[in-house]
């Protein structure tokens, strides 16, 4: 299996411009994550689906940034309008055990300027 | 509020020394605990997790120790090698909560 799969690698974009992350979760695994990583405030949660389903989104930081999963092989995170702050790894993970054993991918680097 | 792990310690060791890295939780209903190790640039992976129902696990070079009564999580990493050189993250969760709190980190660096 080649792991999770995220798109673009890295994004350079401009303050205002919408910015959309993609996610291929393992094949098999009904759970979905998105994570934020910076250097002040570590790992967040940002959002979690279970069977497509978002079940939990309170780790979204603003109406600025949504998510979806529109089958289970597939996950978008879009910004709009993107802003600075928002410079930060952006990670996708999967499970097949909700919580437990979540497999990263390599993650989305995000540059705002 | 509930936190884990404060700190971004730096812990070095010699290649073949044994290492212990270290992670404190706050809240006393977290039942289910997993150790992450990120290399640069690389998403973490999963080294190894433990129920609150144990105070010990154990893998390949790896054991985890639970002591709820401080709420305290360590990783010990036997014969350490360069290859272990990385960023631990502890992470946590328990009973009615939906996501994994992660803390800061400990950067683990093995000198040859």
């Known amino acids: 299996d080649a792991g999770v799969i995220q798109s673009p690698r890295h994004e350079v974009t401009e303050m205002g411009q919408e910015v959309t992350l993609r996610c291929k979760p393992i094949s098999g695994h009904n759970s979905l994550f998105w994570y934020r990583q910076t250097m002040m405030r570590g790992l967040e949660l940002l959002i979690y689906f279970n069977n497509n389903v978002p079940i939990d989104d309170s780790g979204m930081p603003e109406d600025r940034f949504s998510a979806k999963m529109p089958n289970a092989s597939f996950s978008t995170l879009k910004i709009q309008p993107s802003e600075p702050r928002d410079s930060a790894v952006y990670f996708c993970a999967s499970s097949s055990r909700g919580l437990t054993e979540a497999f990263f991918g390599q993650g989305t680097r995000l540059t705002v300027v | 509020g509930e936190s884990v792990g404060l700190h971004l310690p730096t812990l070095s060791v010699q290649e073949g020394d044994n290492s212990i890295i270290n992670c404190a939780y706050s809240?006393?209903?977290?039942?289910?605990f997993i150790w992450y190790k990120q290399e640069s640039g690389k998403g973490p992976q999963f080294i190894i997790d433990i129920r609150s129902n144990m105070d010990k696990r154990q893998g390949q070079r790896v054991t985890v120790l639970l002591n709820k009564t401080v709420k305290h999580l360590s990783l010990q990493i036997a014969a350490t090698q360069p290859g272990d050189s990385a960023v631990y993250f502890c992470?946590?969760?328990?009973?009615?909560?939906?996501?994994?709190?992660f803390g800061s980190g400990t950067r683990l660096q093995v000198q040859p």
């Open positions: 809240n006393s209903a977290s039942d289910y």
């Open positions: 992470a946590e969760t328990g009973p009615g909560r939906r996501a994994l709190t």
